[in-house]
């Protein structure tokens, strides 16, 4: 059993982790910047009524978290009653082996608890749709042609699909 509050006063929060970023810079400060919350994920955290918290497993290097960990840094920035802590994965094996996605340390990983650092659920590593079209072209398409396809699709995406999976746990 993980004891979430401890986690949690050890985690850094989004401006401490990106102070230490070293990876991907340009993409992690680029999301974050044209990151726009929608209205209707600013309605879905209100309507929860209590405070949220978020602990993000992730590592600079991973472009699939330079693509959404912003996103969600800027939901927390946003609305009231939602905060973010990053941890990272592999300084912290006892709570990544605990989230494994296919056997693997696949990340980011958010898990989202309650005010009581109660587990409410947890997302990731992408978003459902994302992960289907890898999951189908990894054998076909080698990772450096893979990698483009995929910024492109979070591009587009502009976050709208990890905020909508993460609040379904709501």
């Keep these: 059993m993980l004891d979430f509050n401890t986690i949690w006063r050890d985690a850094a929060t989004y401006d401490q982790f990106i102070e230490k970023v070293e990876k991907n810079t340009g993409l992690w400060e680029g999301v974050y910047r044209t990151t726009t919350v929608p ?3 600013m309605e879905k955290v209100a309507q929860n009524r209590g405070l949220l918290r978020m602990i993000i497993l992730a590592e600079d290097w991973c472009g699939d978290a330079a693509n959404t960990v912003p996103v969600l840094a800027k939901l927390a920035s946003e ?74 699709w979070y591009a587009r995406d502009k976050g709208e699909s990890t905020l909508r999976e993460l609040l379904e746990l709501l």
């Design 79 to 152: 609305v009231e009653g939602i905060d973010v802590r990053i941890l990272k994965r592999d300084e912290n094996p006892e709570v990544m082996d605990q989230y494994l996605t296919n056997g693997a340390r696949s990340i980011p990983i958010a898990i989202l608890l309650d005010a009581d650092f109660k587990e409410i659920g947890h997302w990731g590593p992408r978003p459902k749709e994302l992960q289907q079209w890898v999951m189908d072209n990894k054998d076909t398409i080698p990772k450096e042609k893979r990698y483009p396809q995929v910024r492109r």
């Design 39 to 41: 209205e209707w994920a």
